[in-house]
């Protein structure tokens, strides 16, 4: 165990703020969706997963420059929002959460097992190496620097869509009171189509920044399926600015229990954080929904 203040320490702090730009992104599509339609998508990592393959596949198959690539993986998956509520949410909306939770669970498995009878087992990736940019002999990844930077572009668009359009004060409203608003001339239906579009784009983006950091095999939504929804309800189910803030808090006890112990040991204690906080604040560290 090494937990000296030193430039270690230091250099996995500011690591720990450029992983917590990956994790903010993923929270923002699913407390998007929660917020808006009221149902979580357990299956939301498996999105990003089938994100992973088309920007792979457009780019190593059909000789797709990687920029287009990207487009089609974040069309790809924003359509696959389009149908995941319209086939499998919609049915659902005025179902008790349990069975939303299944339903969504049930895609969850589904998507697992065709890609890995569609795609096999094998780790897959592009080939891309970054490599880092040293800084007073701290080194940090460029991939993760672009997705951070990425990320948090894309946090300020989304804002500003909500904020200055009207499709966007739609949004905000319906997530505020989704009885009143179909009374005073809101389309519902087109509203929660528009989110989980725009939730399903949010997921091929984040595809797209993984590509450059993971490889991609049908299992991935495990690795941060549980991150994101732990992160989601710690911020507080539905609150976006909550998860920007909850992503930040469990990518420093990551980083941080990853450096000073190891890296198993700071998943453990980021969990561990988790369960204490759910015991004094149920609703999570900021509420719900803001």
């Known amino acids: 165990m090494d937990c000296s203040l030193d430039i270690f320490f230091l250099e996995a702090v500011l690591n720990g703020f450029l992983l917590a730009g990956l994790l903010a992104l993923l929270a923002l599509g699913l407390n998007l969706i929660f917020g808006v339609i009221d149902v979580v998508w357990i299956c939301y990592a498996e999105l990003v997963m089938v994100g992973m393959y088309g920007i792979f596949y457009a780019n190593q198959t059909f000789g797709l420059p990687l920029p287009a690539a990207i487009v089609v993986g974040i069309a790809l998956v924003a359509v696959a929002g389009l149908i995941l509520h319209t086939v499998v949410i919609r049915p659902v909306l005025d179902s008790a959460p349990i ?3 299944l339903v969504t669970g049930g895609v969850l498995f589904f998507l697992q097992a065709a890609a890995t009878m569609a795609f096999g087992i094998e780790f897959k990736n592009l080939g891309i190496r970054l490599g880092s940019v040293s800084v007073a002999d701290m080194y940090f990844s460029w991939s993760r620097i672009i997705t951070f930077g990425v990320a948090l572009a894309a946090m300020v668009a989304l804002w500003q869509f909500l904020r200055r359009t009207y499709i966007g004060t739609a949004i905000r409203a319906i997530s505020q009171d989704r009885q009143i608003m179909p009374l005073m001339g809101v389309d519902s239906r087109r509203v ?4 989980s579009a725009i939730g399903g784009g949010l997921a091929g983006l984040a595809a797209s920044l993984m590509v450059l950091q993971y490889d991609i095999y049908p299992q991935i939504g495990l690795q ?3 991150l994101t929804f732990m992160i989601c309800v710690l911020g507080g189910l ?5 998860g920007f803030v909850a992503a930040f808090i469990i990518a420093q006890f990551i980083t941080i229990g990853g450096s000073c112990f190891a890296t198993e040991w700071g998943y453990a204690i980021a969990f561990l954080f988790f369960i ?3 015991f004094i604040r149920p609703q999570g560290l900021f509420g719900t929904k803001a």
């Open 99 to 101: 069975n939303q939770l």
């Open 192 to 195: 929660y189509l528009v989110t």
């Open 224 to 226: 941060f399926g549980p």
């Open 238 to 242: 539905g609150n976006m600015v909550g």
């Open 276 to 278: 204490l906080v759910m």
